[in-house]
């Protein structure tokens, strides 16, 4: 991780930090909302389970890292170029976005639309931009996105009453 961390070419950690936005929590959750919003009252079932898979998964995370203290890398490794340090020093595992990648690629692969083939691919790859932000170590971001896609499938298996 130090060899990759000092190899990364300058103006890399800021673009994969700006990636992250895509899997934020806020960012997913204020989308949620918007798309409850608007949506008809008779089609407001996936925008609801979106917003509940969203709201465990960032519940999840945040429980999970209040138990299990892992250093970031970025409080560990030095660099060649300055950046801004990410989040608290010791909330390096489960990576929360990743979780959130992973909740967010299976509940695409699970609408009724269908999904491309290469989406678990550009949802793993924004993932692992965590570790080039040099936020996450790998197992986290790994481990984040595996518990993301559990928490969206356990989410739909669950059938609302009519």
Do not use: N
């Amino acid at each position: 991780m130090r060899a990759l961390a000092q190899s990364i070419p300058d103006g890399t950690v800021r673009v994969a930090k700006s990636l992250g936005w895509a899997c934020d929590a806020r960012a997913l959750l204020g989308g949620g909302a918007i798309w409850g919003l608007v949506s008809p009252p008779g089609k407001r079932r996936t925008a609801l389970r979106y917003i509940a898979v969203f709201t465990t998964t960032t519940a999840l995370h945040h429980a999970i890292k209040r138990f299990i203290d892992q250093q970031r890398p970025d409080r560990l490794i030095q660099t060649r170029e300055k950046h801004a340090l990410v989040g608290r020093a010791s909330d390096a595992f489960p990576s929360g976005h990743a979780m959130h990648a992973g909740a967010f690629a299976s509940f695409l692969t699970g609408s009724e639309t269908g999904s491309p083939p290469w989406l678990w691919s550009a949802f793993g790859a924004l993932a692992m931009t965590r570790v080039a932000a040099l936020a996450h170590w790998p197992s986290g971001v790994a481990a984040g996105f595996a518990a993301g896609v559990v928490v969206e499938r356990l989410w739909r298996c669950i059938r609302p009453r009519r």
